[in-house]
Nanobody, 125 residues
Framework: QVQLEESGGHLVQPGGSLTLSCDTSGRIFSMYGMGWFRQAPGKSGDLDLVAAVDSGGSTFYSDSVKGRFTISRNSAKNMTYLQMNSLNPEDTAIYYC?????????????????WGQGTQVTVTS
């Protein structure tokens, strides 16, 4: 069974930086890429993918975070990171990590993997 544990969220001022961490248990880490999603306050429905990294190290960033966020993974430790710079209030959200695989022109989560509890990022002055 895959378990995901996000950490590193905090309250930060606009222009600040944070690094989120994701600890993945289970054997899925070596079989999939990893992605960071977020859900802004008051928004329902699907979470927004902000960054992903595949097992070969190729990365994807949404337009809203490109140039500010950097995703990385440490396969030896089953850890995934999201370095976030130049944060603005629109980045305020709960951030979740999850395994992903790219096919059919999109990133997909494996079936049967639950979301973790997420980590809250709040950007405010």
């Amino acid at each position: 069974q895959v378990q995901l544990e996000e950490s590193g969220g905090h309250l930060v001022q606009p222009g600040g930086s944070l690094t989120l961490s994701c600890d993945t248990s289970g054997r899925i880490f070596s079989m999939y890429g990893m992605g960071w999603f977020r859900q802004a306050p008051g928004k329902s429905g699907d979470l927004d993918l902000v960054a992903a990294v595949d097992s070969g190290g190729s990365t994807f960033y949404s337009d809203s975070v490109k140039g500010r966020f950097t995703i990385s993974r440490n396969s030896a430790k089953n850890m995934t990171y999201l370095q976030m710079n130049s944060l603005n209030p629109e980045d305020t959200a709960i951030y979740y990590c999850t395994p992903v695989r790219y096919y059919g022109g999109n990133y997909h989560r494996p079936t049967g993997v639950s979301w973790g509890q997420g980590t809250q990022v709040t950007v405010t002055s």
